[in-house]
């Protein structure tokens, strides 16, 4: 049985999305890729807000998250730090050899604009990480007010993960002045897990040639030298940029204020749901995500048996991340998903609540 997923990624996918990935196959070095691949790119600009370089890799987020680290920190990098996914991306710095700094705040906050400026303004750092929507916590970090005091620091390069929240809210890229923006397509897009999309600005192609140890699957000037003849260094994953470019075609169908909206109110109704229910927010109001909601579990349920009871029920729970398993749970509200189906789940979740 198919369990209908509300977890924070893999999200559900459109049976279209999974018809376009069955398409007949074609060289990635024949001209009838590029034409797609070109399409692609063109279109992930228009969603991006940008003329930024626009790549696509085979891989996780995470496998651009250690390229773009490769690439583009050449003295000390800073990884801002409020979750399981962004402490991970500072063990992946070090790990790549780089000199790095944890700038830690409690699970549940945000990355403040404050922070970032007592931060950098200490002159130590060339590059930054920073994840826009952390989904281990549901925090979502003022991503704006942190670009205005970037626009002070124009020699820190800005490595931003936008991993579950690029295409629910507008985020424009050029406006904001980011370097290199990540993200997957298993979760606000709403496609199966395996491909990557990250941009490079001129300035971070310009500080990737100065940077030794780049590797060669991540490089970004051979992704830069691929792009020119609309193409990928490496053998692409065909089916999934198939699958990419018919979704695109559907987001522009419905429309980008459309979309930006449906996920607003998806938000809201569950944030809704979760206070008429007693329980709590992991994050403090201005800084919830988007794209996924975290309680705080006050009423002590017992998670792990509503997870088996609406798993039984055909629906994936998630009941909460590494050291707040328990403690709190997230429902994700992203991708191509309708108000209709949320009030399909959380329907589903009062009738197993009932009981336990």
């Known amino acids: 049985m198919h369990k209908k997923l509300f977890i924070p990624g893999p999200v559900e996918v459109a049976p279209e999305i999974l018809q376009a990935m069955a398409m007949p196959m074609v060289g990635h070095r024949m001209p009838e890729y590029a034409v797609v691949h070109k399409r692609v790119k063109e279109n992930l600009k228009r969603l991006l807000f940008t ?7 085979t891989s996780s987020a995470f496998g651009v998250m250690e390229g773009a680290v490769r690439n583009l920190v050449a ?18 710095t070090r790990r790549c050899g780089k000199e790095a700094d944890a700038v830690k705040v409690a699970w549940g906050q945000p990355i403040t604009p404050e922070l970032v400026e007592q931060t950098l303004s200490s002159g130590r750092y060339d590059a930054i990480t920073l994840i826009h929507n952390e989904t281990s916590t549901g925090v979502m970090s003022p991503l704006p007010e942190i670009a205005e005091v970037l626009r002070r620091y124009p020699d820190v390069v800005s490595i931003i ?5 690029m295409s629910a ?14 993200f997957g397509v298993q979760k606000a897009l709403a496609l199966p897990p395996g491909l990557a999309v990250f941009t490079a600005s001129t300035r971070a192609l310009e500080r990737a040639k100065g940077v030794e140890g780049r590797g060669y699957y991540f490089d970004f000037l051979e992704f830069a030298a691929a792009d020119e003849k609309d193409n990928t260094p490496s053998t692409p994953c065909i089916s999934q940029i198939y699958a990419l470019d018919r979704q695109l075609e559907r987001i522009f169908a419905e429309g980008l204020e459309s979309r930006w909206a449906r996920h607003k109110a998806l938000a809201e109704r569950v944030r809704s749901w979760v206070a008429d229910r007693g329980y709590g927010f992991f994050p403090d109001e201005p800084y ?18 509503l997870k088996k009871k609406l798993g039984a029920a055909g629906f994936a ?16 509200h992203m991708g191509d998903m309708q108000m209709m ?16």
């Open 317 to 332: 729970f998630d009941d909460g991340y590494g050291k707040i398993k328990g403690e709190t749970f997230r429902i994700a």
């Open 288 to 305: 919830r995500s988007l794209t996924l909601t975290c309680g705080r579990n006050t009423k002590g349920t017992d998670l792990s048996a």
């Open 161 to 165: 993960d936008t991993v579950s929240s």
């Open 169 to 182: 809210l507008k985020i424009p890229v050029d406006e904001l002045g980011i370097d290199c923006c990540i």
């Open 51 to 57: 003329e930024s370089r626009v790549f696509l890799a």
């Open 75 to 92: 003295k000390r990098c800073a990884n801002f730090c409020n979750g399981a996914f962004s402490d991970k991306w500072h063990d992946v």
């Open 341 to 356: 189906d949320i009030e399909e789940y959380l329907a589903a979740i009062d009738r197993e609540l009932a009981e336990l």
